[in-house]
Structure formats: C-alpha cells, structure tokens
C-alpha cells in the first residue's frame, strides 16, 4: 500500500488470504489494520463461512471488530467471498452446524472449534458430537 507518507508492505500466506484483505479494504471503515485482524482472527474459509450463513457472532470474537462493523462486513461481502477468491465454502449438515456454533457459544475459537468438529463422524448426532468434541478440546 502507497501513501503519501509511507510505503507499507502486507504480506499473505496465500492468493486466497491476499484477495480476501482486498475486499475487506474495500469495504468503508475498514483498513488494512482492521482486515488483518479479521485475517488474523478467523481463516479465509471460515469468514467465507460466516458471510454465507449470516453470522455475526463469529466475527465479533475477533478482537477490534464491533457489533456494527462486524454487520457491515456481512453486508458488503455477502456473495462477493467464496467464490470469488478460490474457497470452496462448506455447508456442513445442521448437526455440525449445531455443534460448531454450540462450541463457538462457549467460547471456544472458530479455529479450535473447526479443528474438533473435523474429528467427528460426520453422522454424529448433536448432544453426542458436543459431548466428543468437549472431550477432545480438553486434552
């Protein structure tokens, strides 16, 4: 990024990451500051994710996001992320669904809940797949 001041280099672990930071900067409120906190924050997928189903409450756990900034992201990016930058965006069943933002409400990271979820069966039922999933992220 060139200003008039500086001249300010971002690097990306990846094209997905770099175009993701570009339509993040794009929205109005947001600078690089704050997209690399989201970028920081939640993995391209799972903002992809959040866009898709709606969710603010995923990007409120990013630390500096706002109720208000956090919907205007959802605004703005529905249907320009996913696609558009390469990440196929997975639309788990409703039981993972339901495990995942059960994990997610207490307080477990996006990450770390992803990360418990993927080493479930994927016909695990709601109750035992948080069950498991609990006992997992305790180790």
Known sequence: MVRED?????????ASERAAFRQL???SGVGPRTALSVL???SVQDLAQ??????????IKVPGIGKKTAERLLLELKGKLGADIGV?????NDAQSDILQALVALGYSDRDAALALKALPKDIGVSDGIKLALKALAK
Do not use: D
Request: no cysteine.
């Open 50 to 59: 959040a866009v898709t189903q709606q969710e603010a409450g995923r990007i």
């Open 25 to 27: 900067i794009k929205i």
């Open 88 to 92: 196929p965006v997975s639309v788990a």
């Open 6 to 14: 500086a001249q300010i280099l971002y690097g990306f672990g990846s």
């Open 40 to 42: 920081s924050g939640m």
